[in-house]
């Protein structure tokens, strides 16, 4: 048995037809919000409304920038109006027009998670690598309630959504990956589509069932404050 995407993530500039990918059996979309201070999707909102009505799970992400980041945060929940069923993620990767250094990111996280009483999770590949010490304390303590969003597209074609899983560990200090992105624009193993999407469109895959991933889509609990 192939690959089976089950979660798509795309911008304005990806057309999509909800029913259709739902029908072909994607079960959540995380939609570009903003990119930090300066810019808000403008398809979000309308794009948000169509995907709840075809019964599919939201997330909004934030594209990582180096603007105050409390600012950022503020702007990216009041824009992303996410209810307590949604889910919330930075997209730490690089910007070489403005770069969120590994505190930021930290900070981000925390900010979201503070306000929304949900761990809010993080996207990321080879930035995550070099920007945060996965000895550090605090974001050891952080990784065990944001959950994280692999990035990375193998030149192997595993068997299964478990083979993918088994194939790419998690990044330290995470011991798990929640979602794997495995293709994007062509790249990494296929499918590269489903019914509903462009061909090299942004596959994502969790690894469960609907209601498993339904549970964990809004990032669990925090009932405390992480670590400066």
């Known amino acids: 048995m192939p690959i ?5 993530d795309m911008a304005h500039f990806n057309p999509v037809n909800f029913s259709q990918i739902k029908t072909a059996g994607i079960l959540g979309v995380i939609h570009k919000a903003r990119q930090g201070l300066g810019y808000g999707d403008p398809s979000y909102r309308s794009r948000q409304a169509a995907a709840k009505q075809a019964g599919l799970l939201w997330g909004a992400y934030d594209f990582a920038t180096g603007d105050d980041v409390a600012s950022n945060v503020a702007k990216f929940l009041d824009y992303a109006a996410l209810e307590a069923t949604d889910g919330a993620w930075l997209d730490f990767e ?7 250094s590994g505190d930021q990111a930290f900070e981000f996280l925390d900010r979201v998670a503070q306000k929304r009483g949900r761990a809010c999770g993080i996207y990321g590949g080879n ?21 994280l969003w692999q990035c990375r597209y193998i030149g192997a074609r595993p068997a299964d959504n478990a083979a993918l899983f ?9 011991t798990v990956n929640t979602i794997i992105q495995y293709t994007g624009d062509g790249s990494g193993p296929p499918p590269h589509t489903v019914a ?24 669990q609990p925090v009932t405390f404050r992480a670590a400066a």
């Open 4 to 8: 089976v995407p089950n979660i798509a």
């Open 94 to 100: 690089d910007n070489t027009h403005s770069q969120m």
């Open 127 to 147: 930035r995550i690598r070099e920007q945060i010490d996965h000895q550090d304390s605090g974001w050891i303590e952080m990784a065990k309630v944001s959950p």
């Open 166 to 174: 088994k194939a790419i560990p998690p990044i330290a200090p995470w």
């Open 196 to 219: 509903g999407l462009q061909n090299g469109a942004d596959l994502n895959v969790f690894l469960g069932t609907p209601d498993e991933l339904a549970k964990a889509w809004p990032g």
